[in-house]
């Protein structure tokens, strides 16, 4: 057994992505930005419960303070003046919109935030998608609401689709109390560890900074300044559009195994220190490699490890589980001429999301 990256690993059908889905670059980039909304948002919700216990004295006492500041410094008001705007505070769980009497409050936008798988929304800054998610719950209520004026939630086709989701659901409820345990089973994860261990394969990784770029022609002035002696990190912060950009365009350690083709043959070709002299081209841009280093894989600490072995459990767990109810049923399977099904499917499928 192997512990996989990239887009998503084959777990459950209905908790995991299809890769047809992610596109190659974005499956490259996973690994890094797997965790950037959900820490940011769990981060403002941490922040906003703090702000809550803060008393309505301490804050007057704050607002008194400040106010004697600025009448005892009014130079040191004009210069601060000039500087950037520092994003405002925020106290409590406020409402971010109201229509009539129905209110939606920040909390549950941030919610909503930590549930968006990142390959979606890169490049999106956590500002950009709060609003994005706020309109967007506006709008969904608004369409919703004219929906049952129409008397929608009655007609036969909605009830109908309902049913159908309650269903999906109960299976989904069934699979997780079967399967849950045995995967937070301690025994269980220890020997699939070891498993996982005897069963690595190494493997190159390599440290990468990244650019990427829209035209070929932006492209090829980097690769120019490049050849100049310009520095790669400073170019990528000015000039990629990579979330990575924020890091100087460091990208961490990546797995040859976990990139792409058209990736991985470019960059494998390069030595430490180098980067690829002819761009890399992607239907989302061109892309430039610089090798900061290479360094042979090694097996995941148990801890590391855990979550993705309980994601192999599960999923191995439930094709048995499958199989059993399938012969205690004793189902019979026909093709869609209706001859029998003469050789079993492979792999059984769990109910769909």
């Known amino acids: 057994m192997r512990i996989k990256t990239g887009c998503a690993l084959a777990v459950l059908a209905f908790l995991c992505f299809d890769e047809a889905n992610c596109g190659a670059l974005k499956k490259f980039f996973m690994k890094n930005q797997s965790t950037d909304i959900e820490t940011k948002a769990d981060a403002e919700e941490q922040k906003a419960a703090e702000e809550t216990t803060s008393t309505e004295a301490s804050t007057s006492t704050t607002e008194t303070t ?4 600025k009448e005892a410094t009014p130079a040191t008001e004009a210069k601060e003046t000039t500087k950037p705007a520092e994003r405002k505070k ?33 490049g999106i800054s956590p500002e950009k998608l709060f609003e994005m998610l706020r ?6 209520y608004l369409m919703i609401e004219q929906a049952k004026k129409a008397g929608l939630d009655r007609s036969k086709e909605f009830l109908e689709r309902v049913e159908q989701m309650k269903e999906d659901l109960l299976g989904r409820m069934f699979l997780m109390k ?41 492209a090829k002035t980097i690769l120019a300044s490049l050849a100049k002696g310009e520095d790669f990190a400073k170019l990528a912060k000015e000039k990629s559009f990579a979330p990575s950009r924020e890091k100087d365009g460091d990208e961490g350690y990546i797995p040859s195994n976990a990139m792409p083709d058209f990736v991985k043959k470019p960059i494998v ?6 980067y690829n002299k002819e761009a890399i081209k992607t239907d989302n841009g061109f892309h430039i490699f610089k090798v900061e280093d290479i360094r042979d894989t090694s097996p995941l600490k148990y801890e590391e ?44 499928a769990a109910p769909a999301a």
Not at 95 to 121: D, H, T, W, Y
């Open 269 to 274: 070709a390069l030595k430490k220190g180098e």
């Open 178 to 218: 079967e399967l849950a345990p045995k995967a937070e089973n301690e025994s269980a994860l220890k020997a699939r560890y070891a498993k996982y261990v005897v069963e690595f394969k190494k493997d190159k990784e390599y440290s990468l900074r990244h650019i990427a770029i829209k035209t070929e022609d932006e």
């Open 305 to 348: 490890a855990k979550n993705m072995l309980k994601q192999v459990i599960m999923q191995e767990e439930m094709v048995k589980l499958m199989e059993r109810l399938n012969k205690q049923a004793n189902v019979e399977k026909f093709n869609e001429d209706g001859t029998p099904v003469t050789a079993p499917a492979s792999p059984v």
């Open 66 to 69: 400040t106010t004697q500041t």
């Open 135 to 140: 309109d967007q719950k506006v709008s969904t």
């Open 90 to 122: 925020i106290v409590g769980d406020p409402v971010v919109a109201r229509i009539g009497k129905k209110e939606f409050r920040r909390s549950q936008i941030l919610a909503e935030m930590k549930n968006i798988p990142p390959q979606l929304i890169q």
